[in-house]
């Protein structure tokens, strides 16, 4: 079991970037599929990116492609999510989520464990 906390959230203007941060303890986050995930009020939460064990390949849903970089430091075990012009939609709370190799992808309930979420707003 990993025990994940995100942060990096916050009020951002469109155009704007923020750089999420997902910080593991109890295990080793190069060994996990990490995905981040996003959910707006009154929707169903979204696969946003995730990235591979052990390879590091990256996916990004269509509507993040040039925009959102997922990567991951196993020196410091916390994998990141860059966002660049983002854009009112892109608001909600994010969460990061890892799983065994096998769960790579965007559906949520192949993931084992959950940060607690961070909080993304764009707005003007």
């Known amino acids: 079991q990993v025990q994940l906390v995100e942060s990096g959230g916050g009020l951002v203007q469109p155009g704007g970037s923020l750089r999420l941060s997902c910080a593991a303890s109890?295990?080793?986050?190069?060994?996990?599929?990490i995905g981040w995930f996003r959910q707006a009020p009154g929707k169903e939460r979204e696969g946003v990116s995730c990235i591979s064990s052990p390879d590091g390949i990256t996916y990004y849903t269509d509507s993040v492609k040039g925009r959102f970089t997922i990567s991951r430091d196993n020196v410091k075990n916390t994998v990141y999510l860059q966002m660049n012009s983002l854009r009112p939609e892109d608001s909600g709370v994010y969460y990061c989520?890892?799983?065994?190799?096998?769960?790579?992808?965007?559906?949520?309930?192949?993931?084992?464990?959950w940060g607690q979420g961070t909080q993304v707003t764009v707005s003007s």
């Open positions: 989520a890892a799983g065994p190799p096998s769960s790579l992808g965007f559906y949520p309930y192949a993931y084992t464990d």
């Open positions: 109890g295990s080793t986050l190069a060994n996990y599929a």
